[in-house]
């Protein structure tokens, strides 16, 4: 039984071949990509489930200060029953970039006891910064557990109120909300040493855009 | 009503299929078969149109046919063959009685239940326009309703008395280029209903117009225009149904709503066209753009529509929030059995500041169906402080349907906050088990729970149109279970 454990980190500018993962009975998968500031790039991941009892995990976050543009595009298919998929990418948008986040679950007529969850986040700081979420969901079989959540917004005011009345300063008190807001995304990460690098470098990226 | 009464109100439908299947045998005016600009000309003449309105239908002919039929709906669209339609349609006018109404009419109408006299009905008292075929046949309450200056009547009238009104925001809302069908609509559109109502008026009654496509080999292009002043507030309501026939027929309509400043307007719509038999023959194409535009601040339109009938849906009614301070709802419960098709959601464009809006959509799928979501929330760079909430559940019935979810949102706005959810799911075994052990049956509790599930927004229709959108669920549903 394979066992696939991918991280992108996506910080020089370059486009990712498309990721195709397909995954046999009761094979697991984890994809995990970051992309950093500065960086415009095309990030197409495709997920085919071909035997019963596989699951795939996909996060990602993004963090864009200037004139970015960064394409998100997953296409998970469920084509045999009783499989398990997880999307969950979370994201914020400075400057002028343009972001956008094409997501897609399909599962085949037959496919019964299929999970399939997606979430996408996302933070616009900026006047002229732009988000487009497309998640979509195409959906043939009737015994199944389907749900995606999509947002766009800023960050809230009230915590930000809240830290600042215990003595917060306000540039802290937003970067703290932002890694909060990006935080889970890295949960996925096995390795601590790696998580923590990975945190680390995050956190850089959050400090820079403010 | 006792329980007794509602539940054999519930059998009684549930035991009959599209009730509204029948023909009426009157004689009838058409034009010949195909489209071209005699036709357009000839359907200009026949209802006695100014130049003007001419000239916007041939500009419109133009446009349309350089444009290509949309495919990107997830749609099983049959070709359709835009010269083998008839455009107009009407009822002989009898010439010994020009002024009463064809008691064949008058019985068809009685048939479905719409009042064409005037007279109290179950919930109050409601004007209704009835339009059979390309022209309206009745307008009920106009006297009562002209008193406090609404006018409501047929639009071809409304061309020929309000002129300078129907000019003025005809195509206003929906420009003539603005989509495949909403150009075919305004070369060739027949008759629908015209609504003005004043500054400051709360129209006393619900307005509904009730669309009935009769003769064969025809389609239905009906249009209706709404303006709401400021201040004004008004309740509409939109019914139609068709006859069962192997073919399919085309209906094209374009809705347009104006919403001035701190006006309010509830479009609520039960659509029952024919859906085609249990194998997919036949049955409505229903290709219909509504839209609307909260104009002035703090504007507000509310749709809820139940979508039952047609063999394919094709249908996004949106708005245009352009007036700070506006908001928009968009309520709908949209069902497909056997073979129909449904692609039908909303567009909300926030344009003003602090407009908000909010979108919840049930839809149902059973047998071999397929029902898709489709919606747009545009955040434009204006839209500061605007907030979009869009909800979006399905309930699979059967193990060959299909039920779809495309959402997109588009935000350039710090401020604006867009949330979407959508959740995907059946009806449990444990909630029948449950119905089954106290006596239901299964079809009757298939019925009670999607009831249940579709709630929020049958809760949000006129009291009447609740009572009919309950029924109508159930009988879409017949045959899905066991």
Same mark, same amino acid.
């Given at each position: 039984?394979?066992?696939y454990?991918?991280?992108?980190?996506?910080?020089?500018?370059?486009?990712?071949?498309?990721?195709?993962?397909?995954?046999?009975?009761?094979?697991?998968?984890?994809?995990?990509? +970051?992309?950093?500031?500065?960086?415009?790039?095309?990030?197409?991941?495709?997920?085919?489930?071909?035997?019963?009892?596989?699951?795939?995990? +996909?996060?990602?976050?993004?963090?864009?200060?200037?004139? /970015?543009?960064?394409?998100?595009?997953?296409?998970?298919?469920?084509?045999?029953?009783g499989?398990?998929s997880?999307?969950?990418? @979370?994201?914020?948008?400075a400057?002028?970039?343009?972001?956008?986040? @094409?997501?897609?679950?399909v599962?085949?007529?037959?496919?019964?006891?299929?999970?399939?969850?997606?979430? @996408?986040?996302?933070?616009? +700081?900026?006047?002229?910064?732009k988000?487009?979420?497309?998640?979509?969901?195409?959906?043939?079989?009737?015994?199944?557990?389907?749900?995606?959540?999509?947002?766009?917004?800023?960050? @809230?005011?009230? /915590?930000?109120?809240?830290?600042?009345?215990?003595?917060?300063? /306000?540039?802290?008190?937003?970067?703290?909300?932002?890694?909060s807001?990006?935080?889970?995304?890295?949960?996925?990460?096995?390795?601590?040493s790696?998580?923590?690098?990975?945190?680390?470098?995050?956190?850089?990226?959050?400090?820079?855009?403010l | =009503?006792d329980?007794?009464?509602?539940?054999?109100?519930? &059998?009684?439908?549930?035991?009959?299929?599209?009730k509204?299947?029948?023909v009426?045998?009157?004689?009838?005016?058409?034009?010949?078969k195909?489209?071209?600009?005699?036709?357009?000309?000839?359907?200009?003449?026949? &209802?006695?149109?100014?130049?003007?309105?001419?000239?916007?239908?041939?500009?419109?002919?133009?446009?349309?046919?350089? =444009?290509?039929?949309?495919?990107?709906? $997830?749609?099983?669209?049959?070709?359709?063959?835009?010269?083998d339609?008839?455009?107009?349609?009407?009822?002989?006018?009898?010439?010994?009685?020009?002024?009463?109404?064809?008691p064949?009419?008058?019985?068809?109408?009685e048939?479905?239940?719409?009042? %064409?006299?005037?007279?109290?009905?179950?919930?109050?008292?409601?004007?209704?326009?009835?339009?059979?075929?390309?022209?309206?046949?009745a307008?009920?309450?106009?006297?009562?309703?002209?008193?406090k200056?609404? %006018?409501?009547?047929?639009?071809?009238?409304?061309?020929?008395? $309000?002129?300078d009104?129907?000019?003025k925001?005809?195509?206003?809302? *929906?420009?003539?280029?603005?989509?495949?069908?909403?150009?075919?609509?305004?070369?060739?559109f027949?008759?629908?209903?015209?609504?003005y109502?004043?500054?400051?008026?709360?129209?006393?009654?619900?307005l509904?117009?009730?669309?009935? %496509?009769n003769?064969?080999?025809?389609?239905?292009?009906?249009?209706?225009?709404?303006?709401a002043?400021?201040?004004s507030?008004?309740?509409?309501?939109?019914?139609?149904?068709?006859p069962?026939?192997?073919?399919?027929?085309?209906?094209?309509?374009? *809705?347009? %709503?104006?919403?001035?400043?701190d006006?309010?307007?509830?479009?609520?719509t039960?659509?029952?066209?024919?859906?085609?038999d249990?194998?997919?023959?036949g049955?409505?194409?229903n290709?219909?753009?509504k839209?609307?535009?909260c104009?002035?601040?703090?504007?507000?339109?509310?749709?809820t529509?139940?979508e039952?009938?047609?063999?394919?849906?094709?249908?996004y009614?949106?708005?245009?929030?352009?007036?700070?301070?506006?908001?928009?709802?968009?309520?709908?419960?949209?069902?497909?059995?056997?073979?129909?098709?449904?692609d039908?959601?909303?567009?909300?464009?926030?344009?003003g500041r602090?407009?908000?809006?909010?979108?919840?959509?049930?839809?149902?799928s059973?047998?071999?169906?397929?029902?898709?979501?489709?919606?747009?929330?545009?955040?434009?760079?204006g839209a500061?402080?605007?907030?979009?909430?869009?909800?979006?559940?399905?309930?699979?019935i059967?193990s060959?349907?299909?039920?779809?979810?495309f959402?997109?949102i588009?935000?350039?706005?710090?401020?604006?906050v *867009?949330?979407h959810?959508?959740?995907?799911?059946?009806?449990?075994?444990d909630?029948?088990f449950?119905?089954?052990?106290?006596?239901?049956d299964?079809?009757?509790? *298939?019925?009670?729970?999607?009831?249940?599930?579709?709630?929020?927004v049958?809760?949000?229709?006129?009291?009447?149109?609740?009572?009919?959108?309950?029924?109508l669920?159930?009988?879409?549903?017949e045959?899905?279970?066991?």
């Open positions: 039984m394979k066992e454990r991918r991280i992108y980190v996506v910080d020089s500018p370059e486009s990712l071949p498309e990721d195709h993962i397909v995954l046999g009975a009761g094979e697991k998968a984890s994809v995990t990509f +970051l992309v950093f500031p500065g960086v415009s790039v095309d990030i197409p991941v495709a997920v085919d489930f071909t035997g019963e009892g596989a699951e795939v995990s +996909l996060r990602g976050i993004y963090v864009c200060k200037g004139g /970015e543009k960064v394409n998100i595009r997953t296409d998970v298919r469920h084509n045999v029953p499989c398990v997880d999307q969950l990418v @979370n994201g914020i948008a400057g002028d970039a343009h972001v956008t986040f @094409n997501g897609k679950i599962v085949a007529h037959g496919a019964q006891k299929t999970q399939a969850y997606q979430s @996408n986040h996302n933070v616009v +700081l900026s006047a002229s910064a988000v487009d979420t497309k998640p979509q969901l195409e959906i043939y079989a009737d015994d199944v557990k389907c749900s995606h959540g999509a947002t766009v917004g800023s960050l @809230n005011e009230d /915590e930000q109120f809240y830290m600042r009345s215990r003595g917060i300063p /306000e540039a802290e008190a937003k970067v703290l909300q932002m890694i807001f990006l935080a889970p995304v890295l949960d996925d990460i096995e390795d601590a790696r998580k923590e690098e990975l945190s680390a470098k995050v956190e850089e990226a959050i400090r820079s855009i | =009503m329980i007794q009464e509602e539940n054999k109100i519930i &059998k009684d439908f549930t035991s009959q299929e599209y509204e299947g029948f009426t045998d009157v004689e009838q005016v058409f034009v010949p195909g489209l071209n600009e005699d036709i357009i000309r000839t359907i200009s003449r026949l &209802k006695e149109e100014p130049q003007w309105l001419l000239d916007f239908r041939l500009d419109a002919f133009r446009r349309w046919q350089k =444009m290509p039929m949309p495919t990107w709906g $997830h749609l099983d669209m049959p070709e359709i063959d835009f010269q339609i008839i455009y107009y349609a009407a009822p002989k006018k009898d010439k010994d009685r020009p002024k009463e109404i064809d064949e009419l008058e019985k068809t109408f048939k479905l239940g719409i009042p %064409i006299r005037e007279r109290e009905a179950l919930a109050g008292v409601v004007a209704v326009d009835a339009v059979f075929d390309s022209v309206s046949v307008t009920t309450f106009r006297k009562t309703l002209a008193e200056g609404i %006018i409501f009547c047929p639009f071809s009238e409304a061309v020929r008395e $309000h002129g009104l129907v000019r925001y005809l195509a206003s809302v *929906v420009p003539v280029g603005d989509n495949f069908y909403a150009a075919l609509n305004s070369a060739v027949s008759d629908g209903s015209f609504c109502i004043p500054k400051g008026v709360k129209c006393p009654m619900d509904s117009s009730y669309f009935r %496509i003769a064969s080999g025809t389609g239905q292009f009906e249009r209706t225009l709404i303006v002043e400021e201040g507030s008004l309740s509409y309501m939109e019914g139609c149904t068709a069962m026939r192997d073919e399919n027929q085309l209906h094209a309509a374009v *809705v347009e %709503i104006v919403v001035e400043k006006a309010d307007v509830r479009y609520s039960v659509q029952n066209w024919y859906p085609g249990a194998m997919g023959r049955g409505i194409l290709l219909v753009t839209r609307g535009i104009k002035g601040e703090g504007a507000h339109l509310s749709w529509q139940v039952t009938g047609s063999a394919i849906t094709w249908k009614p949106s708005t245009i929030l352009k007036g700070d301070y506006s908001s928009s709802e968009f309520y709908s419960v949209a069902v497909t059995n056997n073979y129909q098709q449904a039908t959601g909303t567009k909300m464009i926030h344009i602090g407009t908000r809006s909010r979108i919840v959509s049930k839809g149902i059973a047998g071999h169906s397929q029902n898709s979501y489709r919606g747009l929330v545009k955040m434009l760079p500061t402080g605007a907030r979009n909430f869009s909800q979006c559940d399905s309930l699979l059967g060959d349907c299909g039920a779809h979810t959402p997109d588009q935000s350039a706005n710090p401020d604006a *867009v949330e959810e959508a959740t995907t799911s059946k009806i449990s075994e909630q029948l449950y119905c089954n052990q106290r006596g239901i299964p079809e009757d509790a *298939v019925g009670l729970i999607v009831n249940g599930y579709a709630k929020e049958l809760s949000r229709l006129p009291m009447e149109f609740a009572v009919e959108a309950q029924k669920l159930q009988v879409s549903l045959g899905s279970v066991g």
